[in-house]
């Protein structure tokens, strides 16, 4: 197995949440999001407003595809964990299911081992007089 239950459902909800986390901020910086524009990598000294808003629209593009590009790799682990939990789940049943099974033979031997022959009851002959007088 890759990891066990908790693990698996651990990374599962960072997976999800960094999935949405991700969508949502690739989502703004392809919107071009004014909020986040101190995180785009550009120069802070420009000589035209011109320059600034190409340098600025490629970058908040690269960014937007960098969060999403990141987004389908927390969704790809998601799944991972996903399948994890199913095969855990499944394992789980199938132990239970071979120890049920295990002690059931365990029980028929033990009943087998300790039960007596069956034996067939004779019929008892049964006296009895008879009182006709002849």
């Known amino acids: ?14 997976s999800i ?3 949405i986390q991700l969508s949502l901020m690739g989502i703004f ?3 071009k999001s004014v909020a986040l524009i101190e995180d785009i990598p550009v120069d802070e ?4 407003l011109e320059d600034f ?3 600025s629209d490629e970058a908040f593009q690269a960014v ?23 095969r855990n789940r499944a394992n789980e049943r199938r132990q239970l299911m071979q120890q049920q099974q295990q002690k059931a033979q365990k029980e028929k ?24 007088k002849q």
């Not at 066990?4 to 651990?10: C, D, L, Q």
């Not at 031997?109 to 006709?132: D, G, N």
């Open 1 to 14: 197995m890759l990891c066990g239950k908790k693990t698996a459902i651990f990374f599962l909800l960072i």
């Open 17 to 19: 949440w960094g999935t």
């Open 29 to 31: 910086y392809a919107m």
């Open 45 to 48: 000294n420009y000589s035209s």
């Open 53 to 55: 808003q190409k340098d």
């Open 64 to 86: 937007a595809v960098r969060c999403f590009v990141t987004a389908v790799i927390y969704l790809c682990t998601a799944i991972i964990c996903f399948i994890c939990l199913r």
């Open 109 to 132: 031997e033990k009943m087998e081992k300790h039960q007596t022959p069956f034996v067939e009851p004779q019929p008892i002959p049964l006296k009895t007089k008879s009182r006709r």
